[in-house]
């Protein structure tokens, strides 16, 4: 059974940062892709970041590049969200995400990931 289990949201002032934390059992962690996503009020699921199984590659969303950056521990089975420079648009829930196979990714898309966690709540005041 794969779990995942986020840690680190909170409320920060605008120009703050946090550091999120994905903790997944159950599967061999290195093998798969691994992504960030998130939600807030009255919205849709956005994608946010995704990191490939080795780390190479990673991508974002347009309005977190340069201030969020992802992250992994293969040999820790976490995945990693720093997040500098935070927005009151950034206020959402943030889901870590497995991708569903070892291979054929589109890392913006949920539905091709098989496994999230039960998220964890950022808020950003003005």
């Known amino acids: 059974q794969v779990q995942l289990a986020e840690s680190g949201g909170g409320l920060v002032q605008a120009g703050g940062s946090l550091r999120l934390s994905c903790a997944v059992s159950?599967?061999?962690?290195?093998?798969?892709?691994m992504g960030w996503f998130r939600q807030a009020p009255g919205k849709e699921r956005e994608f946010v970041a995704a990191i490939s199984w080795s780390g190479s590659y990673r991508y974002y969303v347009d309005s977190a590049k340069g201030r969020f950056t992802i992250s992994r521990d293969n040999a820790k089975s976490m995945v990693h969200l720093q997040m500098n420079s935070l927005k009151p648009e950034d206020t959402a829930v943030y889901y870590c995400?497995?991708?569903?196979?070892?291979?054929?990714?589109?890392?913006?898309?949920?539905?091709?990931?098989?496994?999230w966690g039960q998220g964890t709540q950022v808020t950003v005041s003005s």
């Open positions: 995400a497995q991708a569903r196979s070892s291979s054929g990714f589109n890392y913006a898309v949920a539905g091709d990931y098989a496994y």
């Open positions: 159950g599967r061999t962690f290195s093998n798969y892709n």
